[in-house]
């Protein structure tokens, strides 16, 4: 909901099942009708089904929808006027997939370039204008020569690549691409050149400090009198707010899903420190019985997995956290914090942290990166932030309350077997290799009927079939005197057993607690 961009999640049938505040305020703005483009409408085919002098554009952005969901392509960008009686707009929509054994999902966004639009039709109606627009554009913009020399950049541009003007001279900008985009940046503007149609893509600029830019890149010819090519104009559009919070939800949604434990917590913060371009990362879990230190679960530093350790809270910046209270110091980290010699030993110059809480409001541990330079953009990395807390503290408070169930169960004061559907032993603790003598290695996968005296597996199978047609908790054979259990040794003994049905990840289990009554 804090990003600027109308953002729409939608599944695989083109159905939208998540809508953030920037679309809604757009759809209230202008008076849509929100069954159409709400949370359950079918947006592929509105767009399919619209008519009148918009059906163009909202055919074409279904036909990118689709190839998309088919898999023909990653993503799919469309350009759109979308005038009103008092103003001209244009805007641009950007289809992408999530791709994981997950469900499927796309992301649409629409994003107002009337200001890129308008400063490229400014540009090539005067130079003069186009000067004063670009001194003050809030995109970067650019100028080549007909052979792709760059001659000029306005300051937005400088900005976001970290370029002087004299360094892009050229081809000096294409220094700062990032290196696994180059080539194929510089191979789609010369074809889009050889075509003479225009040159749209995204790529990533890697400035001096390290830090990288996302960034929508658009060009333009400039024809001469003749109907030659003159030169070129384009622009650049910073979308790294938008990517970074897309790859967030990329890696929460689809590539930790399958994850659970170390795994779980070591893939998230090795995510989450990349995303944010930070030299370490971690998640600590807070300890009440140790109320003056903190536990790492989990630490990167310089994208390899370290061991774990405990370290005191006093004099961190991780004390204010821990109480409930996010931080983000974008520099001087050591200055502020100068009893903290872990910051001075790693060189540290900047620090974030987010408590993970859990659904009591209860502050279990904390969520943190540092880093060797200072934090710029504070607004992002605190949205990034908060979203991996939220994942990071579910995935521990439901290994918590997992080992408090294995604990519970582990320790019972009964003996606790746990069948599947079909009669098989899945778990037992340890009271039930206590009182029927058979190790828990050689009850697991075996019939229950193993417990059961010799004389009785057959009609028990019967029974245990039974209760699955009417699971519910109860006691075995209330109107009998006696029911019997079978030791390992052969030897019998009498027990009460309770029933009770258990719903698991893999389905309906059967809970049978066992108590020898043995007089």
Not at 191 to 215: H, K, L, M
Not at 454 to 459: K, N, S, V, Y
Not at 509 to 517: G, L, N
Request: some cysteine; hydrophobic content about 40%.
């Amino acid at each position: 909901d804090s990003i600027s961009s109308h953002l729409a999640v939608l599944d695989g049938d083109g159905r939208i099942v998540a809508a953030n505040a920037a679309w809604r305020r757009f759809a209230d703005a202008n008076d849509l009708d929100w069954q159409k483009i709400g949370e359950q409408a079918n947006y592929l085919k509105v767009c399919e089904r619209t008519t009148g002098e918009c059906a163009d554009d909202a055919h074409a952005v279904a036909a990118g929808i689709r190839d998309v969901i088919a898999g023909r392509r990653d993503d799919f960008t469309h350009e759109y006027p979308c005038h009103t009686p008092g103003e001209q707009r244009w805007f641009l929509c950007r289809v992408s997939r999530f791709s994981s054994d997950a469900p499927l999902r796309l992301v649409v966004a629409h994003d107002n370039v009337t200001a890129v639009h308008r400063a490229l039709d400014d540009v090539a109606a005067s130079e003069r204008t186009f000067v004063s627009l670009a001194l003050a554009a809030p995109v970067g913009i650019f100028r080549t020569d007909a052979e792709g020399n760059c001659l000029y950049v306005n300051p937005r541009w400088q900005e976001i690549t970290g370029l002087s003007e004299a360094e892009a001279q050229g081809y000096g900008w294409t220094l700062a691409l990032h290196s696994e985009d180059r080539q194929r940046t510089i191979e789609e503007r010369t074809a889009a050149a050889s075509a003479r149609t225009p040159f749209r893509s995204e790529y990533r600029f890697v400035r001096a400090d390290g830090g990288i830019a996302w960034v929508i890149g658009q060009t333009i010819e400039i024809a001469d009198a003749a109907g030659g090519i003159a030169g070129y104009m384009g622009t650049i559009t910073d979308i790294t707010e938008r990517k970074l919070i897309e790859l967030a939800m990329r890696a929460i949604s689809t590539d930790l899903i399958s994850l659970e434990g170390d795994a779980y917590f070591e893939t998230a913060v090795r995510w989450m420190t990349e995303a944010l371009e930070a030299d370490i990362g971690f998640t600590t879990q807070f300890d009440s019985f140790r109320p003056d230190e903190l536990r790492t679960v989990a630490i990167v530093e310089d994208g390899a997995i370290l061991p774990n350790f405990a370290y005191p809270i006093a004099g961190t910046p991780c004390a204010t956290v821990i109480e409930g209270v996010p931080s983000l110091v974008s520099d001087g980290v050591q200055q502020k914090f100068p009893l903290d010699a872990y910051l001075v030993e790693k060189g540290m110059e900047a620090y974030a942290g987010e408590p993970l809480v859990d659904h009591n409001g209860r502050t279990i541990g904390h969520l943190g990166i540092m880093r060797r330079r200072p934090i710029s953009d504070a607004e992002t990395f605190a949205t990034i932030l908060k979203m991996f807390s939220v994942a990071i503290a579910a995935a521990m408070t439901r290994q918590r309350n997992r080992r408090q169930y294995e604990d519970l169960f582990e320790f019972a004061p009964d003996a606790l077997v746990m069948t599947d559907r079909q009669g098989r032993i899945v778990l037992a603790n340890w009271q039930a290799e206590n009182i029927f003598g058979w190790s828990r290695a050689e009850m697991t996968g075996q019939p229950v009927e193993m417990l059961v005296p010799t004389a009785l597996r057959e009609p028990h199978v019967g029974l245990r079939d039974g209760f699955l047609q009417s699971p519910g908790p109860r006691r075995m054979a209330t109107d009998r005197l006696e029911l019997q259990a079978q030791r390992k040794d052969g030897s019998a003994f009498p027990v009460e057993i309770d029933l009770a049905p258990v719903e698991t990840e893999t389905g309906v289990m059967i809970a049978a607690a066992v108590r020898d009554i043995t007089v």
